[in-house]
Structures are given as structure tokens and as C-alpha cells.
């Protein structure tokens, strides 16, 4: 079991040294996010064994699809992608749904908050829904972002 893990860690690694080496940093990025997000959105599938796989597969998975969107979305997409989930996450309502649309590239997206609570060291946290359409391919994301000191949002 112990190898299984340090193997799909190993894989993973070898995909993000690959992708740095290849392609722009925001592919890169992309595959990164991609991964922690399959990650986690896998390990929240089975029990033992069977979790360490779901998770494995879902970083992999994750790393492809990231790897794709970060490809495609240039730095302009990235401003507008972020000014809307900064702005959303700090004044809009729960299951208000705010969009962003580069008209040089066609790009745009979604981010929508599903809850808010504050945790027990009083960090204010929103999970999150979001979407990011490249041509006619939609992708959609599940996250969480924590309020910092600064009154900026980051996802976690």
C-alpha cells in the first residue's frame, strides 16, 4: 500500500515536471489546481484501499483537465476569472451566480457561492461552484475559499 502511494505520487510528480518543462506557466498552474482538486474530490470516495485509488485516479484526472484549461485561458482570462470570484466571494449572496467573459478570446465562466460559515478561529469561509467555458467545452469546479486578514479570498 505504502508503495502504491509513493508510485501514484511519483506519477504525479513526473506530470508536473513534464508539463513545467514543456509548456507556459499557466498550463502548469493549471495542472497543478487540476490535481489537488481530483485529489481531494477523490478522496472523498471508498474507504481504504479502495479511497488511496479513488484519490490517485482523481489527481490524475484532475491534472489532465486542469492542464487543458490552463492551456487555453491567457493571463487576460485569468484577471476577469479572479476579479469576478474576489468580488462574488465578498458581497454576493449565496446562490448568487456571478459571470466573467473575455470578448478578445470568447473565454468566460461562472463562479457561484453554496455556503457560508465562519470556523471555530472565526475565519470566515465560502464553498463555491464554478465553470469555465473554452469554446464549447464547459468545465465545472467545486471549491472552498477562506476570507485572509487582508480581505482577500483564497481558495484552500
Known amino acids: ?6 508510485a501514484m505520487l511519483g506519477l504525479a510528480a513526473l506530470a508536473l515536471a513534464a508539463c513545467t518543462e514543456t509548456t507556459g ?11 489537488v482538486a481530483g485529489g481531494v474530490a477523490g478522496s472523498q470516495v471508498g ?20 492542464s487543458e484549461i490552463g492551456e ?3 493571463r487576460a482570462d485569468q484577471l476577469a476569472m479572479e ?3 474576489q468580488q462574488t466571494l465578498e458581497t454576493a449572496p449565496v446562490g448568487t ?5 473575455n470578448p478578445d478570446s470568447g473565454n468566460m465562466g461562472t463562479f457561484t457561492p453554496t455556503q457560508t460559515y465562519q470556523q471555530n478561529d472565526g475565519t470566515y469561509c465560502r464553498e463555491f461552484t464554478q465553470t469555465v467555458t ?3 467545452r464547459t468545465e465545472e469546479a467545486y471549491g472552498t475559499a477562506c476570507r485572509q486578514p487582508d480581505g482577500s479570498w483564497q481558495i484552500i
Open 25 to 35: 506557466q499557466k498550463q502548469s498552474l493549471g495542472t497543478l489546481l487540476g490535481a
Open 72 to 74: 487555453s485561458l491567457d
Open 1 to 6: 500500500m505504502h508503495r502504491f502511494k509513493f
Open 47 to 66: 474507504d481504504g484501499r479502495g479511497k488511496l485509488v479513488a484519490t490517485g485516479v482523481g489527481a490524475l484526472l484532475g491534472a489532465m483537465i486542469g
Open 134 to 136: 473554452i469554446g464549447n
Open 97 to 101: 451566480t456571478s459571470t466573467w467573459h
Open 83 to 85: 476579479h469576478s470570484a
